[in-house]
């Protein structure tokens, strides 16, 4: 066949697996600053991208370049405009996370609700007493806002709603009630914010998204209201949300998601025992990373044998 597939950052054994069974060559790429991928992708038919900054200069290096196959559900990583005036195909594996992402989003909300790191914490430091001034709530009743309800809101809808007996509102301007489980009721973004208890944001990072919850929203939520933002720290204004933490018009965060990845070691987020930073773990399982490197090569074959992906979020032949 003699296709080769640039690998810029190992995947899972079992997605190298499938493309070697299908005959293609596999380059591991040495590494991934954009004069790095611009020289490894010169000879490469396709590539399977994690979180590598693919630019246009990339794009336009790799000459032969038919598709760039995201391992993961954002794509704000790749230069979709220049890979679509290039005839170059870019996928994802929204599947893939889904399940994945959805648990991690409700232990995102029971740790802030419980707040289990800041009660570590304090006991660590010898304070048992900690927990009398400083508990936690209940999830049970309480109503969770979901922002973006596609794949992953609609599961994280599901496990609060029949796990935890939530009350569960979404804003969507592209759906419509009637396609909605009964139990999520979609209303405006400002009623979102000024009546869930726990806000959960699902959305992928484009130019339409890119900090569209700022100070606005934050003077809207209730001061006990809890934030979990598990999609991408652009969508979110740091300096804003950082400003109404500490003036506790948020009452908690609890973020898998930076602006900045890794974030600045000194970053006021870790300043705040009200804060629960992980980085952007949320998808970092055994499970997930073999279903993402398996789905993306799947996406390569489809291409390379010429036929559509699956899961294009371009479409080059335009």
């Given at each position: 066949m003699?296709?080769k597939?640039?690998?810029?950052?190992?995947i899972?054994?079992e997605?190298?697996?499938?493309?070697?069974?299908?005959?293609?060559?596999?380059?591991?790429?040495?590494?991934?600053?954009?004069?790095?991928?611009?020289?490894?992708?010169?000879d490469?038919?396709?590539?399977?991208?994690?979180?590598a900054?693919?630019?246009?200069?990339?794009?336009?290096?790799?000459?032969k370049?038919?598709?760039v196959a995201?391992?993961?559900?954002?794509?704000?990583n790749?230069?979709?405009?220049?890979?679509?005036?290039?005839?170059?195909?870019?996928?994802?594996?929204?599947?893939?996370?889904t399940?994945?992402?959805?648990?991690?989003?409700?232990?995102?909300?029971?740790?802030?609700?419980?707040?289990?790191?800041?009660?570590?914490d304090?006991?660590?430091?010898?304070?048992?007493?900690?927990?009398?001034?400083?508990?936690?709530?209940?999830?049970?009743?309480?109503?969770?806002?979901?922002?973006?309800?596609?794949?992953?809101?609609?599961?994280?809808?599901?496990?609060?709603?029949y796990?935890l007996?939530?009350?569960i509102?979404?804003?969507?301007?592209?759906?419509?009630?009637?396609?909605?489980?009964?139990y999520?009721?979609?209303?405006?973004?400002?009623?979102?914010?000024?009546?869930?208890?726990?806000?959960?944001?699902h959305?992928?990072l484009?130019?339409?998204?890119?900090g569209?919850?700022?100070?606005?929203?934050?003077?809207?939520?209730?001061?006990?209201?809890?934030?979990?933002?598990?999609?991408?720290?652009?969508?979110?204004?740091?300096?804003?949300l950082?400003?109404?933490?500490?003036?506790?018009?948020?009452a908690?965060?609890?973020?898998?998601?930076?602006?900045?990845?890794p974030?600045d070691?000194n970053?006021?987020?870790?300043?705040?025992?009200?804060v629960?930073?992980?980085?952007?773990?949320?998808?970092?399982?055994?499970?997930?990373?073999?279903?993402?490197?398996?789905?993306?090569?799947a996406?390569?074959?489809?291409?390379l044998?010429?036929?559509?992906p699956?899961?294009?979020?371009?479409?080059?032949?335009?």
């Open positions: 003699g296709y597939v640039l690998i810029p950052q190992d899972a054994e997605g190298k697996e499938f493309l070697i069974s299908r005959g293609y060559e596999i380059k591991m790429g040495s590494g991934v600053k954009e004069v790095e991928l611009a020289r490894d992708v010169e490469c038919d396709a590539m399977l991208l994690r979180t900054n693919v630019t246009g200069a990339v794009l336009r290096a790799g000459k370049l038919r598709i995201r391992h993961g559900a954002g794509y704000n790749v230069d979709i405009n220049t890979a679509t005036e290039l005839g170059i195909w870019v996928t994802n594996t929204p599947d893939a996370t399940g994945s992402v959805a648990e991690f989003t409700v232990g995102a909300m029971i740790a802030a609700g419980k707040r289990f790191v800041e009660l570590r304090a006991l660590k430091q010898g304070d048992f007493g900690y927990k009398n001034k400083h508990m936690g709530t209940d999830l049970v009743g309480k109503r969770l806002g979901i922002i973006g309800i596609g794949k992953i809101g609609i599961e994280v809808a599901k496990k609060a709603f796990g007996d939530m009350e509102l979404a804003y969507s301007p592209r759906k419509q009630q009637d396609q909605m489980p009964d999520v009721r979609l209303v405006p973004w400002e009623m979102l914010f000024e009546t869930s208890d726990f806000i959960a944001v959305v992928p484009t130019e339409e998204t890119r569209f919850i700022g100070a606005k929203e934050f003077e809207r939520m209730k001061p006990s209201a809890v934030l979990v933002n598990c999609s991408r720290g652009g969508v979110v204004v740091g300096k804003e950082v400003r109404a933490l500490q003036e506790r018009k948020v908690g965060l609890f973020t898998d998601v930076m602006e900045q990845e974030p070691s970053h006021p987020f870790f300043q705040m025992d009200h629960i930073v992980t980085p952007h773990m949320a998808s970092n399982t055994r499970e997930c990373m073999l279903r993402m490197a398996v789905q993306a090569a996406q390569i074959d489809l291409v044998s010429g036929k559509k699956e899961w294009a979020v371009n479409n080059p032949n335009q």
